[in-house]
């Protein structure tokens, strides 16, 4: 049976995205049948429409989503019709030397449906980041579907599929952040707020959010951030030294993706402290630094992939954690539209105000 469905489809780079009725499958073998119930709107989206991404339009976009498994395909035993699911873009295989070697966050061979959405012509779709969940329903693989506590929001669940599970996996996955630790947070949109979020529950003593945007700074205290530093008018650099004794913060976590806040997040770190690098730059960019302050400075220089995140392990306990009100998910959720209000959306990402856009179906 072909299920047709109302989904947000780019159809060509830079065009408006529009609401159309696609033909999605039923699951065949190890896959998923989603009814999506929440997704929020990521800049990875925005990318795709425009172009950035790679040119394999139509796209099916929408990637941070939550729904119900509505049914699998024969020999799927992980998940069951009924369970309430957040979507993960990385269905780690198991077999893959880095899952061999004990490190799955670092899986090359993570897996998607095999067959196909369509436009209503037969024109088959690309779903962004192997999702496409801007849609009453998609087909994903069912590793992709990982299940979590109904009892949660699904706009708020939906998140950890993506930006903020990034952003809180900087922090405590890949930035190993500890009691103790004094953070800063470079750049505090959606990623930046979340990894101020993590260090928080990570027990960091000092949590410096840096951005140019008040509305950001302030929503990032009321998350954790002990110390903010408007970077529009101040040095960044020499603030986060002053506000940790003149020596640097131990984790500087860049969540903007640029060079200039690279160079910023490489130098306000202490000695033999760590950089990670969560925000996404652009092909073009390039970073200059003298070699021997990489050397002379010591510690380590990481990016942070989906927040080095095993969505098997992290997801399930980051919605306890929400459950039992120690991570508040729904500070993220900025505003609720329908699935016609994307291009709004996008218009709004860059504004202060907004963490995150939520298609709520
Ligand atoms: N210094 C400090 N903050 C900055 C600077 C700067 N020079 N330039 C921009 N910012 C801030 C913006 O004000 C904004 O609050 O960085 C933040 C970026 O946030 P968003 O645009 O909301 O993006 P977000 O969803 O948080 O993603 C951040 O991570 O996943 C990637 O592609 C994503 O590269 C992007 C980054
Ligand atoms: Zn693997
Ligand atoms: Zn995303």
Redesign the pocket.
């Known amino acids: 049976m072909t299920h047709q469905v109302r989904a947000v489809v780019a159809r060509g780079k830079g065009a408006p995205v529009s609401l159309e009725t696609i033909n999605v499958p039923d699951p065949g073998p190890g896959e998923a049948l989603v009814k999506i119930e929440a997704c929020g709107v990521?800049?990875?989206d925005l990318?795709y429409r425009e172009g950035g991404i790679n040119d394999e339009f139509p796209f099916l976009l929408g990637h941070e989503a939550a729904g119900v498994v509505e049914s699998v395909g024969e020999d799927v035993t992980d998940v069951a019709p009924g369970d309430f699911v957040i979507l993960n873009w990385r269905a780690v295989c198991g077999n893959c030397r880095a899952c061999q070697r004990g490190r799955p966050w670092y899986c090359f061979s993570t897996h998607n449906a095999k067959q196909k959405m369509t436009l209503a012509d037969g024109t088959e779709l690309s779903p962004a980041l192997g999702i496409g969940a801007f849609a009453e329903k998609t087909l994903v693989a069912a590793g992709q579907c990982t299940k979590v506590d109904r009892a949660a929001s699904a706009a708020a669940a939906g998140l950890l599929g993506?930006?903020v599970m990034?952003?809180i996996g900087a922090a405590i996955n890949t930035g190993n952040v500890g009691r103790g630790d004094s953070v800063a947070v470079?750049?505090?949109?959606?990623?930046?707020?979340?990894a101020v979020v993590g260090s928080n529950l990570a027990g960091a003593a000092k949590i410096i959010a840096?951005?140019?945007?008040d509305l950001?700074l302030n929503t990032a205290e009321k998350l954790g951030a002990t110390h903010t530093v408007n970077?529009?008018g101040t040095d960044?650099v020499e603030a986060i030294r002053e506000l940790t004794g003149g020596f640097g913060a131990d984790v500087v976590i860049e969540?903007?993706?640029?060079p200039?806040?690279y160079k910023?997040a490489f130098y306000a770190r202490d000695l033999a402290g760590t950089v990670v690098l969560?925000?996404?730059?652009t092909p073009e960019m390039k970073l200059e630094l003298p070699l021997l302050d990489v050397f002379g400075r010591g510690g380590a220089l990481k990016s942070s992939w989906y927040g080095d995140c095993l969505p098997s392990r992290d997801f399930p306990m980051l919605i306890d954690l929400y459950l039992q009100g120690r991570l508040d998910l729904d500070a993220f959720v900025t505003e609720t539209i329908a699935l016609d209000d994307i291009e709004k959306a996008f218009e709004r990402?860059?504004g202060?105000d907004?963490?995150?856009s939520v298609v709520v179906l």
């Open positions: 990521c800049h990875t990318h993506c930006g990034a952003g470079i750049g505090c949109g959606g990623v930046g707020a979340a840096v951005d140019i945007d950001k970077a529009k960044p969540a903007v993706g640029r200039e806040t910023q969560v925000g996404v730059p990402m860059h202060g907004v963490l995150r």
